[in-house]
Nanobody, 126 residues
Framework: QVQLVESGGGLVQAGGSLRLSCAAS????????MAWFRQAPGKEREFVAA????????SYTDSVKGRFTISRDNAKKTVYLQMNILKPEDTAVYYC???????????????????WGQGTQVTVSS
């Protein structure tokens, strides 16, 4: 089993920054891509950003490009999401997830990810 624990969420004013962390434990393996998703009230969970196993390849949803940066430290088994220039529409519960496939794919659908954290709330006030 793999356990993922997110931290770093909170309340911030529009234009501010937050850094989310996702710590992995259990039967972890650095050979898998990791991703961040988010879910706002009344909406479906959506893809935010992903990073390949080695950290070389990244992918972002259009609405966060240029504002968010995903990174990972495999020695620490931790994935990060640096969020800058936050907007009220970024308000959501943010989830960390581990890809179920052992290869990089452009498919970042929810079903492609096997392990999920419990989520951390991010609230951006206007």
């Amino acid at each position: 089993q793999v356990q993922l624990v997110e931290s770093g969420g909170g309340l911030v004013q529009a234009g501010g920054s937050l850094r989310l962390s996702c710590a992995a434990s259990g039967r972890t393996n650095s050979n898998f891509a990791m991703a961040w998703f988010r879910q706002a009230p009344g909406k479906e969970r959506e893809f935010v950003a992903a990073i390949s196993a080695g950290g070389v390849i990244t992918s972002y949803t259009d609405s966060v490009k240029g504002r968010f940066t995903i990174s990972r430290d495999n020695a620490k088994k931790t994935v990060y999401l640096q969020m800058n220039i936050l907007k009220p529409e970024d308000t959501a519960v943010y989830y960390c997830a581990r890809d179920g496939r052992s290869f990089w794919s452009a498919d970042h659908s929810v079903g492609a990810y096997s392990y999920w954290g419990q989520g951390t709330q991010v609230t951006v006030s206007s």
